[in-house]
């Protein structure tokens, strides 16, 4: 399937389910949903959509689907969303697709997705499908998990916790600054150091706010660590900034707030397909915003891993044939 322009039609074949996590977003889940399935009638395609209320409910259900020969998996809610959803379809021949509902939604930014759900659903349903890479992490505990955008240990996992929790209702890139704003009042930087296993960089030592690996040009709800990031080429882009005072951070904040640039000359970055991650204390590594584990941690980038819907449109990423 390399061209769905002519979709609604081709995607009649699919018996497409639509996985709604209710949890997503506040109440924009709930609040766009009858608008959804009425363009899905509109436009002849008899979608089933199944009302979830976790990410282990959803990845379930997504299983369940797949061993049904369910052949078109989509989802509304977030990024946490999402990866829930790669983690069911990984390995099965399936087509995936988002409509960014949740308090992140940066792989749908990436995918060139339209951030309103109505508009991001015209989108998608007249289409291309894409082949994007996906990031496995193998966490302290053993447990191996994917994730398609963003994932790393320090300041932001320890906000991914309030995210998630007292703050998860509020609106998108605010939703995480105040996170990380609550978390800065106790944080204390981590010593780490980052190996880079088959490649020919150096290894890095030293004290960090976070470190990340993404495979997504932006994080927590757009902010830019990586604007040249690529969803299909093949690489992790690793992040790291070094320990700021909490003066510092806060005289990141107006921009972050506005446009989300993260301009300061304490970011170092590099490019590799695996890296190791470990930290002079137990640290919690979250991936997508959901905590996976605790360090040492290590990322490998999966090529072509899933096929996705993706806008006509947009031009990152080449057709799938």
């Not at 709604?20 to 609040?31: C, D, E, F, I, K």
């Not at 060139?112 to 015209?122: L, M, N, T």
């Amino acid at each position: 399937m390399n061209d769905l322009s002519d979709a609604p039609n081709a995607l009649r074949e699919l018996s497409p389910i639509v996985f709604v996590n209710g949890a997503a977003g506040g109440n924009r889940t709930r609040r766009h949903l009858p608008q959804i399935q009425r363009l899905f009638v509109s436009s002849h395609l008899d979608a089933k959509f199944v009302m979830t209320q976790s990410a282990a409910e959803l990845e379930s259900s997504a299983r369940a689907a797949i061993a049904a020969r369910h052949r078109l998996l989509l989802v509304m809610g977030g990024d946490g969303t999402f990866q829930a959803l790669v983690n069911a379809a990984f390995g099965a021949d399936v087509l995936l697709g988002v409509l960014p509902s949740g308090g992140g939604n940066d792989f749908a930014a990436a995918l060139g997705v339209p951030s309103d759900p109505i508009k991001a659903a015209e989108a998608i349903l007249r289409g291309k499908t894409r082949c994007v890479d996906l990031v496995k992490v193998r966490t302290a505990e053993g447990g191996t998990r994917l994730y398609a955008g963003g994932g790393g240990i320090g300041l932001d996992a320890e906000a991914a916790r309030y995210a998630s929790g007292p703050y998860r209702r509020l609106p998108g890139r605010f939703r995480y600054i105040a996170s990380a704003l609550r978390a800065l009042a106790s944080y204390e930087p981590i010593d780490l150091r980052i190996d880079f296993p088959g490649s020919d960089l150096a290894p890095y030592e030293g004290k960090a706010l976070l470190a990340a690996a993404l495979n997504t040009p932006t994080y927590g709800a757009g902010v830019r660590l990586v604007p040249e990031a690529a969803l299909n080429d093949g690489m992790l882009n690793i992040v790291m900034i070094e320990d700021l005072s909490k003066i510092g951070v806060l005289a990141l904040l107006p921009r972050l707030m506005g446009s989300g640039e993260l301009r300061t000359p304490r970011v170092k970055r590099w490019k590799a397909r695996r890296v190791r991650i470990t930290a002079d204390r137990p640290s919690l590594f979250h991936g997508d915003g959901e905590i996976l584990g605790a360090t040492p941690v290590e990322m490998e980038v999966v090529e072509n891993a899933v096929r996705v819907l993706a806008p006509v449109q947009h031009q990152q990423l080449p057709d799938h044939y």
